[in-house]
């Protein structure tokens, strides 16, 4: 597929968005202690919003953001991150499913992260991505945070925007993302993506102890999750 240039930075409203480097890494990982999973209603639900409850090293391995298609907010006169938009590039010969569905002992001594991993892997593991578009490599689309206080800038949106530019540069023609907010389900299909696949919450059953872990959850707050693809030629 033929791509376009697509600048490694670029201030908007007085922030920076610019490609993520392996450096950042603390950066994103304490932005989304402090605003991803505290905030995000299947972590909530569960109490699984702690440190001790996550596996640092699963959520950002090694090399995830030498891939440049990770994009990150900054801004300028602190330096700190804002915002990121948190990505990876799947080949169709390393994809695999989740090291905490695969790996009991893992599972058992992450718990909580498990339980929203299963689910997870429930919704994406019945949709051949590469078959359904016929392609070999695909970017995921993995975790989205916006700090709280300046959630009302737009970020969120130009880092989507940033990302799909970022994926069509390194010639990867599909991208696929799990949307688990009605606001970021809206904006995903105004962005043309595909509706693939969906979890009901309240529900779904968990493989391990046959429970519904989600079915308190209030349908106000979080009714399903959704795994969204979009092809980018």
Known sequence: MESQSVPSERVIDGL????????DRDAIWKLMLQDFFP???????????????LNIDLALP?????QGVTVVTEDPSSGALVGARVSCQVPRQSAKRHPLVLDQQLATRYPKDAIVTRVLDHLTAPVDLYSHYNVDTVVDFKYLVVLEAMRSRSIAKRL???SLELAKLRGVPVVNVVAAHRHAGRIFEGLGFDRLNSVLLVEYNDPVDGERPFAGLDPEELREIVLYAKRIE
Do not use: M
């Not at 920076?16 to 450096?23: F, G, I, K, Q, S």
């Open 62 to 66: 090694p090399g995830l953001l030498g």
């Open 160 to 162: 989507i925007d940033f």
């Open 16 to 23: 920076r968005y610019r490609v993520a480097r392996p450096d």
């Open 39 to 53: 905030k995000t209603p299947l972590n909530k639900h569960i109490g699984g919003v702690n440190p001790e409850d």
